[in-house]
């Protein structure tokens, strides 16, 4: 995946968190900020190393929120609506 396909990709689910902002309802928000907090540490992270890889950032999505879900930072039902929004996003 090239840089700027990448950083496109990165536009599209940041306006995407940003419209639930503005028309989500409480719990889209919470479900959407969530996955945005992931997200944003995971683009920062592929950023700097310079990896440009959907298919890693997915990795390291993935491993982000396993990590927080082993952690009971979520309720089961909050963790597989924050999956299947970060799947929506992928498949975008």
């Known amino acids: ?4 396909r990448f950083n496109q990709f990165v536009d599209e689910v940041e306006a995407a968190f940003d419209q639930a902002v503005m ?3 409480d719990h889209e ?7 945005s907090g992931h997200f944003s540490l995971m683009v920062a992270r592929a950023l700097n190393s310079a990896e440009y890889c959907l298919e890693k950032l997915d ?7 396993t990590q927080a879900f082993a952690n009971r930072e979520l309720e089961s039902a909050d963790q597989a609506q924050v999956q299947a929004l970060w799947q929506k ?4």
Do not use: C, R, V
């Open 59 to 65: 990795s390291a999505m993935q491993q982000s929120l």
């Open 89 to 92: 996003m992928l498949s975008k």
């Open 29 to 35: 928000l919470f479900i959407s900020s969530y996955l």
């Open 23 to 25: 028309d989500g309802s």
């Open 1 to 4: 995946m090239s840089e700027q």
